[in-house]
């Protein structure tokens, strides 16, 4: 960011605050990735995914983030901040990023078990609870969630699997997170042309 261009507040575009610890930052960055992605019926835009590419690209990096910050202390227009940084985060939104997380983790295994045994694709829930270190009420919202979704089904032997809605959406997180580290790649090298 050069002298002539407006200050543009990546913090505010990641709705964090200014002193959040990576993982949050990490967290904003693929929450608002996701829904902004071109691929992403009724909240795309171009626009601020690329917005948020570029601040996620600058404030990720600890040299960047540290030059950064100094220009954000003299610009600071006292935005306000949605995604909060450790125990100042509402409960509700640590609990939908780690929700979200479990989720993930609970398709891409039922996916991998669908993959490897297709005829005996089914998993005990209490080995999903387990892998997940979970209390039984999560456990519960994460299957009910799931099942809601379509992503999941109960067996005729009481396992739960994952169904063809589930494994769409695997490939679909899986290639929406492909395509951004491309484009985080794409903006380093581009990056690193500019300095050269």
């Given at each position: 960011m050069t002298g002539d261009q407006p200050f543009i507040d990546y913090y505010d575009i990641l709705q964090v605050n200014h002193s959040c610890d990576p993982?949050?930052?990490?967290?904003?960055?693929h929450y608002l990735a996701k829904m902004y992605h071109p691929d992403r019926t009724g909240t795309a835009d171009t626009?601020?995914?690329?917005?948020?590419?570029?601040?996620?690209?600058?404030?990720?990096?600890?040299?960047?983030?540290?030059?950064?910050?100094?220009?954000?202390?003299?610009?600071?227009?006292?935005?306000?901040?949605?995604?909060?940084?450790?125990?100042?985060?509402?409960?509700?939104?640590?609990s939908a990023v780690s929700d979200a997380d479990d989720h993930a983790k609970i398709l891409m295994f039922l996916y991998k078990r669908r993959r490897d045994n297709a005829q005996n694709a089914g998993i005990a829930?209490?080995?999903?609870?387990?892998?997940?270190?979970?209390?039984?009420?999560?456990?519960?919202?994460?299957?009910?969630?799931?099942?809601?979704?379509?992503f999941i089904v109960l067996t005729e032997h009481g396992t739960l699997a994952i169904t063809?809605?589930?494994?769409?959406?695997?490939?679909?997180?899986s290639r929406t997170t492909k395509a951004e580290q491309l484009l985080?790649?794409?903006?380093?090298?581009?990056?690193?042309?500019a300095q050269s």
């Open positions: 993982k949050i930052l990490e967290s904003a960055y626009t601020k995914f690329s917005q948020v590419i570029e601040a996620y690209r600058v404030l990720r990096d600890p040299d960047q983030r540290a030059e950064y910050d100094l220009l954000h202390s003299q610009n600071n227009n006292g935005s306000k901040v949605k995604f909060a940084c450790g125990d100042e985060a509402p409960i509700e939104e640590q829930g209490f080995y999903l609870q387990d892998l997940l270190n979970c209390s039984d009420e999560h456990f519960e919202f994460h299957k009910w969630y799931l099942k809601e979704k379509g063809v809605q589930g494994v769409d959406h695997v490939i679909s997180l985080i790649e794409q903006s380093n090298n581009h990056e690193n042309r």
